[in-house]
């Protein structure tokens, strides 16, 4: 017994070696550099470094700039929008016409609405991991239809790199305060962005309350304070593809120098061309030139050779590897490879709607964890507070049922059919079944079903006054059918005898 368990002792450490083989220590992964950082200690000492190269990457890389730009796009399109769902039918429609208005407000800055904002701040997270955005209240007479605007603001603002323990159980790690229990109580924060040319004072810090501040980032970690800005995988590969091509591109400008180099024997002590009987001409180097035209044979004089240069053109097999390339930073990103590029060569419709619909999903995903729930709601909840406040909106009961009224559905912008008859005859189906409603068929196409049911009535309402009739007015085949029934004789149905 003793034997087997001093057997089973000294064999114990090669079996943990060998249980998995990405854990071995042999030649194959003497190289492996692994270190045990956790999620805040990985990310924020190479914070600074990873936010400027991927800024200057997005800046000067058309990939990089592509891809961010299409994930923006995709993501936010032309704006999330609030459906309240608030039951009196009256107050939602006010409350809705009064957001609208409020959305050409919201900018601190003055520049964007409140979709531009959307698309803005999902701009600066995929570049630089995460963007901050302040909650501005402004007084009554400032002449804003509700008192609220909204300022964001980047990554730096925030010292990644601030940590200090304070009173009362307190501590700050990433610039973020927190309390005695882990809740996120204040951001310290520069008063300028501290690398911007017009910073006078980048030490002087101001805390800022945790409910004035919307943090917007994608955690990737379980206790990940900080965003990981998107290149983060691919920025090194794209940095020398970068260089590659350019390399590619300057051997191709090369190749395209058609030069000739004549050798004669040394020439005596007259300077004259043998090709010409001319002096010779002389660049301002002092070499010699001889001009060669289309169409051209020239006779060379006895003991005069011509050589010409041979330069080196692109390789067979660059489009492959481009091609190839291209394709690990389409899946570094989470962008399907056919719309980084552009490149649909041997791409079927079926296949292209596999690709489409996990890209969608993903898209789905980032809508919802992270513009939705970290953007939207607060926005609102924060907005419909200072309406009520501030007398714009009539609710006394407010403070008692704040959850009934401030139920809403975030809306982002539709999906282009892929096959518009079928997909609209399968949405058809599906509503006529009773597998979805009409209403959130309309929300899938990025509408508001109440406003699309007063433009209908609208234009009911317009084509009856003008005695106008319509295809696609379904009351005219409702009541065709109806005439017809009505014209139809009655039949009296006797049983014949046996």
Known sequence: ????????????????????????????????????????????????????????????DPWAASGLEKLVANIVGTGIKP????????????????????TDESDAD??????????????SVLEAGECFVRFRPRKPGDGFSVPLQLQLLESEFVPWDYNDDLKKGHKIRAGIEFNAIGQRVAYWMHRQHPSDYTTLDTADLRRVPADQVMHLYEPLRPGQLRGQ??????MLRMFHLDKFDDATLLRQEIANLFTGFITKPAPETEKVDPLTGRPI??????????????????ELSPGEEITFNTPPGAASNYPDFIRQQLMAVAAGIGLPYEILSGDMKGVSDRALRVVLNEFRRRIQQIQHNLLVFQLCRPVWNRWLEMAVLSGVLPASDFHLNKARYKKVKWIPQGWAYIHPVQDVQSQNLAVRSGFKSRSEVVSEQGYDSEQMDDEIAADNRRADELNLQYDSDARVEANHEKTVKDEEPETDEQESPQ
Do not use: C
Not at 110 to 123: E, N, P, T, V
Not at 229 to 234: C, G, I, K, S
Not at 281 to 297: H, I, K, R, S
């Open 229 to 234: 800005p998107l290149l983060t995988q691919v």
């Open 110 to 123: 003055g520049q964007l609405d409140f979709y531009g904002q959307q698309s803005l701040a999902m701009r």
């Open 1 to 60: 017994m003793r034997l087997r368990h001093r057997i089973a002792g000294w064999l114990l450490p090669e079996l943990k070696n060998l249980a998995y083989t990405s854990a071995g220590q042999g030649r194959r992964s003497q190289s492996w550099i692994a270190p045990a950082t956790g999620p805040n200690q990985s990310l924020t000492g190479n914070m600074g470094t990873l936010i400027n190269r991927s800024r200057a990457a997005i800046r000067n």
């Open 83 to 102: 459906k309240s769902e608030a039951e009196d039918d009256a107050f939602r429609k006010q409350l809705q016409a009064l957001f609208l208005d409020w």
């Open 281 to 298: 001409v002389y660049d301002l180097q002092g070499v010699p030139m001889v001009a060669m035209e289309p169409g051209t044979m020239q």
